[in-house]
């Protein structure tokens, strides 16, 4: 009888060990059977863009000045980008850069073969400041002139960490090519992001952008003013001394 009050309660601790060593292998279980199903979406969303670009690839796609893809192949691969991140459940962002060279005072007068081939320059400097400001998986084109838009899963950088990166890719730039004197490049970038539960396509994404851009410019005009514009301004705007 003592034998068998001592072995009930090893029993008990052993089947106790034997459930807890079941529940553990079942929420391990469970967590790989979870982890399996998230690699072969993150492995299918991955063959779907390089299907896209290689699509993409075969069409005339491609912006002959910088390289990057033009607005139909930002649309092609864009849709395979939201189709991907709505089955993995996850969210698209979408930036509108505008890049818009400064004013040069002085110098000869150049030739419109010249000012093009300027704008061309500033345009593909434009370009490799952008692609090293984003990620790899963040699809670059070119739409128009000085007009940039990145297409990418996840929310994406913030306009203003976009706009600092690509300054600081472009004054990188100009020391790489010697310190050379040109017309420095205003930066003006809106985002948007498209949740998984948000309705629409990558049309009302670019919308949303644009109309980013469209506010964070405003507020930039509206901004007062400093320096010694803002000192002049309030100077003339004090009321004039009374008469002795």
Same mark, same amino acid.
């Given at each position: ?5 001592? *072995? +009930? ?9 034997? &459930? ?6 079942? &929420?391990?279980?469970? #967590?790989?059977? &979870? ?10 969303? +991955? ?13 005339? +796609? ?11 192949? $930002? $649309? ?14 996850? /969210? ?12 040069? @005072? ?10 093009? /081939? !300027? ?24 739409? #128009?002139?000085?007009?940039? @838009?990145? @297409? ?7 306009? !203003?960490?976009?706009?600092?990166? @690509?300054?600081?890719?472009?004054? !990188? ?31 009302? *994404?670019? +919308?949303?952008?644009?109309?980013? $851009? ?10 007062? !003013? ?19």
């Amino acid at each position: 009888m003592a034998c068998a009050a001592v *072995l +009930v309660p090893g029993t008990a601790v052993l089947v106790v060990a034997l &459930v807890a060593v079941g529940l553990v292998a079942a &929420v391990l279980g469970g #967590a790989l059977v &979870v982890t399996g199903r998230a690699h072969r979406r993150a492995e299918h969303s +991955v063959e779907a863009l390089l299907s896209a670009l290689e699509t993409a690839r075969d069409e005339n +796609v491609n912006d002959t000045v910088t390289g990057l893809l033009n607005r139909r192949g $930002l $649309l092609l691969v864009g849709n395979q980008v939201l189709e991907s991140a709505r089955r993995a459940g996850g /969210a698209v962002h979408a930036c509108v850069v505008e890049v818009t060279p400064g004013v040069q @005072i002085g110098g000869s007068p150049r030739s419109v073969e010249e000012v093009r /081939a !300027q704008r061309e320059a500033e345009w593909s400097a434009a370009a490799t400041a952008l692609r090293a400001a984003t990620r790899t998986s963040d699809v670059v084109s070119r739409d #128009a002139e000085g007009r940039f @838009i990145v @297409i990418g899963p996840g929310a994406g950088l913030h306009a !203003q960490e976009l706009e600092r990166r @690509i300054r600081v890719g472009l004054a !990188q730039g100009r020391l790489a090519g010697g310190g050379e004197r040109a017309a420095r490049l205003s930066v003006e970038a809106g985002a948007a992001t498209l949740a998984p539960w948000d309705e629409g396509g990558v049309s009302d *994404l670019l +919308v949303r952008a644009e109309q980013a $851009l469209a506010q964070r410019r405003a507020l930039r005009r509206s901004a007062p !003013q400093h320096g010694w514009g803002r000192r002049r301004s309030d100077r003339s705007a004090r009321p004039e001394r009374p008469q002795s």
